[in-house]
């Protein structure tokens, strides 16, 4: 079903938190996963030594983090990792890469960003409206919702409060 799987990762430990339910997938579907990073650096004004020179480092950082990251799927039983480091805008990367890539799904860690758009504006709710295939999001923190008079109510009598 799934046989590619595109995993945008940005070296965030939040990223990193949908490896385990690719790692579940990539083994039962015998999937391929690329791990994908989009350097996505302004650099405001830069002479153009110092952005050539940043624009290497970051490919530098990249492939490093990636390999060691293909490293420890590979560990855990994924047989096939590979991984891509690309320059431009998060999701229009990430669905391009998708879309030209024959990617069967984008699998990617999401949290929320304030009690009233929990997604709203973000890469992966651009990814979402946008891809053309599927995308599995997997929210990573938890977000409460606010409490009820009732509730409120009950922490005061249980508090011992008159």
Same mark, same amino acid.
């Given at each position: @079903?799934?046989?590619?799987?595109? =995993? ?5 430990? %939040? ?7 690719? #790692? &579940? %997938? !990539? ?21 153009? /030594?110092? @952005? ?5 480092? +970051? &490919?530098?950082?990249?492939? %490093?983090?990636?390999?060691? !990251? ?7 039983? =994924?047989?096939?990792?590979?991984? &891509?480091?690309?320059? /431009?805008?998060?999701?229009?990367? #990430? ?7 024959? @990617?069967?799904?984008?699998?990617? &860690?999401?949290?929320?960003? /304030?009690? =009233? ?5 973000? =890469?992966? +709710? ?14 990573? #923190? +938890? ?17 011992? #409060?008159?």
């Amino acid at each position: @079903m799934f046989n590619k799987i595109l =995993v945008p990762l940005d070296g965030s430990e %939040l990223a990193g938190k949908i490896l385990p339910q690719v #790692i &579940a %997938l !990539a083994k039962s579907h015998h999937s391929q996963v690329t791990l994908l990073h989009v350097c996505y650096a302004e650099l405001g004004e830069a002479t153009p /030594g110092v @952005m050539r020179d940043a624009a290497a480092q +970051e &490919a530098k950082a990249c492939k %490093l983090f990636l390999a060691q !990251a293909a490293r420890d799927l590979k560990a855990q039983g =994924v047989k096939q990792v590979a991984f &891509a480091c690309v320059e /431009g805008s998060p999701a229009r990367e #990430i669905i391009g890469y998708a879309h030209n890539h024959g @990617m069967d799904l984008i699998a990617l &860690a999401t949290h929320g960003k /304030g009690e =009233v758009a929990w997604v709203l504006g973000s =890469v992966a +709710e651009k990814v979402v409206t946008h891809a053309t295939v599927p995308v599995l999001l997997f929210r990573v #923190i +938890e977000v409460k919702p606010p409490k009820s008079k009732e509730d409120h109510f009950l922490e005061v009598l249980d508090r011992g #409060i008159p």
